[in-house]
């Protein structure tokens, strides 16, 4: 059967100028079987699709397993070794996110320092006559 890949790959490879025998050895050397290989090859060189060889469905086979060994009255069942119940181990307890009291202090002095600063610039006069008046 043609795959599209080999015959996609052998256009692709005449279209670069190599010749067919070339590309088709290079897709044999990259795996592809001979008769996929040449069955594209040939489709490219006709256009006519090989005709399929039917395939021959395999009978199933089935295979015999021994009879299994019939249990014996006499013997009592065996129990299994009881285990003890497995715990589960203890679950830290969930800890509060810290980065969230970080962000909303952060916050906080950001607000603070936009504030004074359009503080500042709207009350430059009035706080250089006060810092004049100190003496500085």
């Known amino acids: 059967m043609v795959t599209i890949e080999v015959l996609e790959g052998l256009k692709q490879a005449i279209a670069r100028g190599e010749s067919l025998q070339r590309a088709m050895q290079s897709f044999t050397n990259a795996g592809y079987s001979q008769e996929e290989v040449e069955e594209a090859s040939h489709y490219l060189q006709t256009g006519v699709m090989p005709t399929p060889q039917p395939i021959m469905p395999q009978q199933p086979t089935l295979q015999k397993f021994p009879p299994l060994p019939t249990p014996s009255?006499?013997?009592?069942?065996?129990?299994?070794?009881?285990?003890?119940?497995?715990?589960l181990a203890p679950q830290a307890p969930q800890q509060k996110n810290i980065g969230t009291g970080w962000i909303i202090l952060l916050?906080?002095?950001?607000?603070?320092?936009?504030?004074?600063?359009?503080?500042?610039?709207?009350f430059k006069d009035s706080l250089t006559t006060f810092f004049n008046s100190l003496g500085f």
């Open 73 to 87: 009255i006499s013997q009592p069942p065996t129990p299994l070794p009881s285990q003890p119940p497995q715990q």
């Open 107 to 122: 916050i906080v002095v950001l607000v603070i320092l936009v504030g004074a600063l359009f503080g500042i610039l709207f």
